[in-house]
């Protein structure tokens, strides 16, 4: 069995689950040396280079859940808008999406045919993690549109918010159709062999909790019900949203990932008991050293207190300055600290 499933089902693990957002990617060497050879969209679309990317972090960090090595726009690529990733920025749309005219470019997803290579890829590491599980994801409605919308990263989501407060049959058109493409994609990552699955809202935290809870729980709550009859654990996180953790649960998340900037018992409070969490280590202090990253490890074990349903991991992505090293000392000392 495995460690973060007990800690997700009800079940007393042996130790605290542990997995880093990111953890395959630029603070791994190994990665860096198939980036010299292969660009990031070779490396997602060719199974046998996502398989190895995907394993890289598992054997160096010793984690217990691997995450499929993917990006949040690669099932919008697919159905045929053309989002580049650019390095050192981000998601980039040439024309993005603005108007009801814009909408179709946008049509539905049909996993296998449209993106066969993420399935080919879920179904190879199921076989070669044994019994680590495979986390799939998929972006939220919120975060794709605002890429979609802006063309590009945006601090503010200026235009983003502008047309949802404008535009709501644009803004109704576009969150229905990414939520019914982000549910069939997570379906059929799970009928591939995922064993459970996260919802990156990463953007969410930019907005006010009225504006959340009209404007983006609907969609965001579409996606994660249309996963119930699943049974898989439906991870939902977001960067910045200690005001959203309690809607974020309450949009069908069975567990919430939290940021650095809420203590973490202070977002217990706010999560309903019933709904485990993630989080919340800042991604910056495994930068900082061992020291300082061992410290606040056990600054966060004393937060989360004896509770068995939190998944160890960072409040955001590994970032690229991170030494390896660090990271598997945090692996192995949270597994010490929690065995039972
Ligand atoms: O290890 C893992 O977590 C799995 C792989 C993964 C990637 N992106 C790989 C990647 C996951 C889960 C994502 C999700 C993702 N992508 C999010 C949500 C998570 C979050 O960080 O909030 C977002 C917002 C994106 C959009 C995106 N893709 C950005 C902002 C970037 C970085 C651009 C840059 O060069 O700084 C990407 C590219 C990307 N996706 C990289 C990786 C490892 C870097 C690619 C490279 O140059 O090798």
Redesign the pocket.
């Known amino acids: 069995m495995s460690v973060f499933l007990d800690a997700l089902s009800g079940r007393e693990p042996a130790h605290m689950p542990v997995w880093f957002?990111?953890?395959?990617?630029?603070a791994l060497a190994e990665y860096r040396e198939i980036?010299a050879e292969h660009s990031?969209d070779e490396v997602v679309h060719t199974p046998d280079l996502t398989v190895e990317v995907t394993l890289q972090?598992v054997r160096r960090y010793g984690v217990d859940a691997a995450?499929?090595?993917?990006?949040?726009?690669t099932p919008v690529q697919a159905v045929g808008l053309p989002v580049e990733?650019?390095?050192?920025?981000?998601?980039v749309l040439d024309q993005p999406i603005r108007t009801v005219e814009d909408l179709d470019r946008l049509r539905p997803l049909e996993p296998e045919q449209d993106a066969p290579y993420v399935f080919e890829s879920i179904r190879l590491l199921v076989d070669e993690l044994g019994d680590t599980p495979l986390i799939g994801?998929a972006?939220a409605p919120f975060?794709l549109a605002s890429y979609l919308i802006e063309g590009q990263?945006s601090r503010d989501h200026a235009i983003t918010k502008a047309l949802m407060r404008t535009e709501p049959l644009v803004w109704d058109g576009l969150l229905s159709r990414l939520a019914d493409l982000v549910a069939t994609h997570l379906r059929a990552q799970v009928v591939a062999g995922a064993s459970a699955v996260q919802l990156?809202d990463?953007w969410a935290g930019t907005l006010s909790p009225a504006d959340y809870r009209t404007f983006v729980l609907p969609y965001s709550r579409r996606v994660l019900t249309a996963l119930d009859d699943l049974d898989v654990p439906r991870i939902h996180f977001g960067?910045g949203t200690g005001e959203l953790l309690g809607l974020m649960a309450a949009a069908g998340a069975d567990v919430v990932g939290v940021d650095w900037r809420v203590p973490m018992e202070v977002a217990r409070e706010r999560i309903p008991l019933d709904v485990a969490t993630q989080g919340n280590l800042d991604p910056t202090v495994v930068v900082a050293g061992a020291a300082p990253a061992l410290a606040a490890t056990d600054d966060l074990l004393g937060r989360i207190g004896p509770r068995h349903d939190h998944v160890f991991n960072l409040g955001?992505?590994v970032l690229p300055p991170t030494d390896p090293g660090v990271l598997a000392a945090v692996v192995d000392h949270v597994h010490e600290a929690t065995a039972r």
């Not at 995450?67 to 726009?73: K, M, N, Q, T």
């Open positions: 957002m990111r953890q395959a990617g630029r980036r990031f972090p995450i499929l090595f993917s990006d949040i726009v990733i650019r390095k050192g920025i981000g998601p994801f972006g975060t990263p990156f990463s960067v955001h992505g």
